[in-house]
């Protein structure tokens, strides 16, 4: 963590410049990364739910079956939030939960999730709500929300409204929350807002998809700005208190292609997690946590708010290497281009899953989620959608082979 009083300096000037922080690039501080402290150092707010959380938080879309040392670990470190749906590896993700946070509950923060969709009943969300209740040995989830919304019509189904209500009368859920990172997000958050729908947002969010990133950027790297609009969206549910956490913070994740990069024990995801904690309109973030020495590694930037010395090249560097491969997802420039309705963001991002973070099985269950997979891809002439990616994304020939690797 940076020295107390640069630290301090540093994010008074930051604040100080008020809606620049939405406008300008961040200026890193001089302060270097000090030595890897593997424990939380700040637990932040979460807007109106009071709830104190560790800066640098447990997701569990990859907890697998007997890896409930995974979650001791993190408990050890000092990480009191776990974020967790019931699709996430089969259920699997909420048993390990539950069984590791026995004798813990009541010391850490749950949050869980179900795939909404418009037709569903408070019946239907009532019993989606008890299997997860039961997966993770507990009587109450403290944030419940409307997971991947990219859709305005599932949120204004009346039926989930009366149904958070119901459940938290029955002491079931404490708080309500949407997740998205799809197309229509900012959407869907403006709508959860204007309504009150949501006590917390779970979003991505991360250097590769805000445009004041861009900006340091030299002009041989012509890469036009993406999702422009959600820092407006983050910064209203701020207004209203809303709690803000990301996710999908680093990318795509590909931390081994950084390991020659990195210098004197800073390392790239630390340097992600430093820039996306860098938004005031950011309380704290969500990252899948796979080994020990991963969550040793990512807490390496708890407590910062500001980037360090070191970290921007690294940043730079990243959006260089995969800037023309990574899927945005949020900015659904490509949407309408398919005219088989084929998911593009939704196919390219269970297929980051696979290239990105190797994780093949993870891939496969998401990919079975998807509403339209790509399966027309593969007797398609590839010509609708050929320059449909403003990022240079070629859509046509990545979307085929993805269905093959994953359904
Ligand atoms: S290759 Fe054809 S089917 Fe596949 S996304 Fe492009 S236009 Fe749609
Ligand atoms: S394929 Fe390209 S245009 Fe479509 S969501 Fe991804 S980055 Fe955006």
């Given at each position: 963590m940076a020295d107390q009083d640069s630290s301090a300096t540093s994010r008074r000037s930051f604040l100080k410049a008020g809606a620049a922080a939405t406008a300008a690039p961040l200026i890193a501080s001089q302060a270097t990364a000090a030595p890897n402290t593997g424990r939380v150092q700040r637990y932040a707010r979460l807007g109106r739910t009071e709830l104190e959380i560790a800066d640098i938080s447990f997701g569990s879309s990859r907890l697998r079956p007997n890896q409930e040392y995974l979650v001791h670990h993190a408990l050890d470190r000092g990480i009191n939030y776990f974020d967790t749906a019931e699709s996430y590896t089969g259920g699997a993700s909420e048993t390990v939960l539950g069984n590791a946070l026995v004798g813990e509950r009541e010391k850490v923060i749950l949050v869980s999730k179900i795939i909404a969709h418009e037709a569903m009943r408070q019946a239907d969300f009532m019993r989606a709500l008890d299997g997860s209740l039961r997966r993770l040995k507990t009587d109450y989830i403290d944030i419940y929300m409307s997971h991947a919304v990219n859709n305005v019509a599932v949120l204004e189904n009346p039926e989930w409204p009366a149904f958070l209500e119901a459940a938290k009368t029955a002491g079931k859920i404490r708080f309500t929350g949407i997740s998205g990172h799809a197309g229509r997000l900012t959407r869907c958050l403006d709508y959860a807002v204007d309504n009150d729908i949501a006590d917390v947002v779970l979003v991505a969010h991360?250097?590769?998809?805000?445009?004041k990133f861009y900006e340091?950027?030299?002009?041989?790297?012509d890469m036009v700005a993406t999702q422009d609009d959600l820092p407006r969206a983050l910064e209203k549910a701020k207004a209203k208190d809303v709690g803000v956490v990301a996710m999908k913070t680093l990318m795509g994740a590909r931390l081994n292609d950084m390991r020659p990069f990195?210098?004197?024990?800073?390392?790239f995801a630390q340097a992600g997690f430093r820039w996306v904690l860098s938004n005031p309109h950011v309380d704290g973030l969500i990252i899948s946590m796979t080994t020990e020495a991963n969550i040793d590694e990512f807490l390496g930037?708890?407590?910062?708010?500001e980037l360090a010395y070191g970290d921007r090249p690294l940043l730079d560097r990243y959006a260089k290497l995969h800037g023309q491969t990574y899927c945005r997802q949020v900015c659904n420039d490509c949407e309408g281009a398919c005219p088989y309705n084929v998911d593009i963001a939704g196919v390219l991002r269970t297929r980051m899953y696979a290239t990105d973070y190797q994780d093949l099985e993870f891939a496969r269950s998401e990919y079975a989620m998807l509403g339209t997979n790509a399966a027309a891809c593969l007797s398609c002439?590839?010509?609708?959608?050929?320059?449909?990616?403003t990022h240079g994304i070629a859509i046509n020939e990545v979307c085929g082979p993805t269905h093959s690797l994953l359904a």
């Open positions: 991360n250097f590769g998809q805000d445009p340091g950027l030299t002009r041989s790297f990195e210098r004197d024990g800073a390392t930037a708890s407590g910062w708010q002439s590839g010509e609708p959608c050929q320059s449909a990616c």
